[in-house]
């Protein structure tokens, strides 16, 4: 029996599974809180990750390990190694101007064909380009730029500042920094058709050249200090994607704090309009996605105004005829990402004394998130991605209601794989590769 551990370093938190490689069982496992904000010191990471791997009983008996994690957060190095400045993260929204004027400068023809994405505040480049143009001091003095999950791995594996025999910091092993197609396919500067980085973009961007995380191969690997052997991680769609067991012909629709629909694909796509941003997977193929600000919290929202639990909502909406009587729900409580509307607000319409029931305003909070991801599926579809079957995952896709409405709203069949931290088991297997 060959132990491996698999990480999903998220927003919110990290977790850690331990795995038994003959049976797929979980063993042990561990988690630990991250800080809320959208510009995170990466040192609350690390203590993270080291809590929840002390949780799940430590590394002695593990043969590989792997971490999956958020993507797009900038973590900028300086020729030491020490962090320059907070983390930004994918929901810190700031680098919006940044976004316009790289699409000014380069086209969104060209940011698609060279990138596979046209930028968007969440993405890396935006964020290294409010770096330059708003704390140029900072700018000036980052010598790598890495990932979340890039970052984490480089730390485990025994890398980070060092001092040398004055006490003095001497400069760190920059060129250690490993990360992996799906989440290089997320930083606007590489290109997931050839697999290589875009330096241009980077300079254009951080108004001078850094060091990169070199890209490994899916079945590729590095070693730690104890000389296990490491996987190159994922990006968490991507981990999510093999953890569920995502292939050809899936479209998976993760309904979270915000919503995910992403397919596996055999070619890379590119969408002028934005749409679907052209991700890699962790796999070999490809990974189009569109995101959704607005998902599990607007079924959230409505069970508060009706001062009910999700139970009771999804009770509620089934009471419901499809369509609510007309009452109908555009979700966008927070602005939205898909479409690009950032300081969208929500709108209820349709309203008469006979449509205005308990009733159908929840059946018409589960209508509405889902035709948010529903539209997402269709952008997929518009892009040339096959999709035969949707595979429902995140907190949201335990409501009845939502698997029960979602195969009309979505168009395809739709399966409810059991809740699972499937980030992390996607770590977990790519681990499982390298035993």
């Not at 989440?183 to 001078?208: C, F, I, K, Q």
Request: hydrophobic fraction near 45%.
């Amino acid at each position: 029996m060959a132990l491996v551990m698999g990480v999903d370093s998220s927003t919110q938190s990290c977790k850690v599974v331990i795995v038994d490689t003959d049976t797929g069982a979980i063993v042990r496992e561990g988690r630990a809180s991250h800080p809320d904000g959208t510009s995170v010191d990466p040192e609350a990471w690390w203590t993270a990750l080291q809590t929840a791997i002390a949780a799940a009983g430590g590394m002695d008996d593990v043969a590989a390990w792997s971490i999956g994690g958020q993507q797009h957060g900038m973590v900028a190095l300086d020729a030491q190694g020490r962090v320059v400045r907070d983390a930004l993260l994918w929901n810190d929204t700031r680098s919006a101007g940044a976004a316009a004027d790289l699409i000014a400068e380069f086209g969104a023809d060209a940011l698609a064909r060279r990138t596979g994405l046209v930028p968007v505040a969440s993405f890396t480049i935006t964020k290294l380009r409010w770096l330059r143009d708003h704390e140029p001091d900072n700018a000036a003095r980052v010598a790598a730029v890495a990932l979340p999950h890039d970052w984490l791995t480089w730390r485990l594996r025994g890398f980070g500042p060092v001092a040398d025999g004055s006490g003095e910091t001497a400069e760190a092993a920059l060129d250690e920094l490993v990360t992996d197609r799906s989440d290089a396919s997320g930083t606007g500067y590489w290109n997931p058709a050839d697999d290589a980085y875009d330096r241009e973009l980077l300079v254009a961007a951080l108004g001078h050249d850094a060091v990169l995380p070199r890209v490994l191969g899916p079945r590729e690997s590095v070693a730690d200090s104890a000389g296990r052997r490491v996987g190159p991680g994922a990006g968490d769609n991507a981990g999510a994607a093999l953890g569920v067991g995502a292939g050809l012909g899936d479209v998976v629709v993760s309904i979270g704090t915000s919503g995910t629909v992403f397919a596996i694909s055999a070619e890379p796509v590119r969408d002028v309009s934005g749409t679907v941003a052209g991700f890699a997977d962790a796999d070999g193929h490809f990974l189009p996605i569109v995101v959704t600000l607005n998902a599990a919290r607007v079924l959230d929202a409505v069970a508060r105004l009706l001062g009910v639990d999700h139970a009771e909502l999804s009770r509620l909406a089934l009471a419901a005829e499809p369509g609510a009587a007309g009452l109908t729900l555009v979700p966008y409580f927070e602005g939205e990402r898909t479409p690009n509307l950032p300081d969208a607000t929500a709108s209820l319409t349709g309203m008469t004394l006979a449509s205005t029931t308990r009733e159908n305003l929840a059946r018409a909070a589960v209508e509405g998130m889902l035709r948010g991801l529903g539209a997402g599926v269709d952008a997929l579809r518009a892009a040339g991605v096959p999709i035969e079957r949707a595979l429902l995952i995140g907190g949201a896709a335990q409501s009845e209601a939502v698997r029960r409405v979602a195969p009309d709203v979505l168009g395809v069949p739709v399966e409810v794989p059991a809740p699972g931290e499937y980030v992390a088991l996607g770590a977990a297997r790519q681990a499982a590769w390298m035993v």
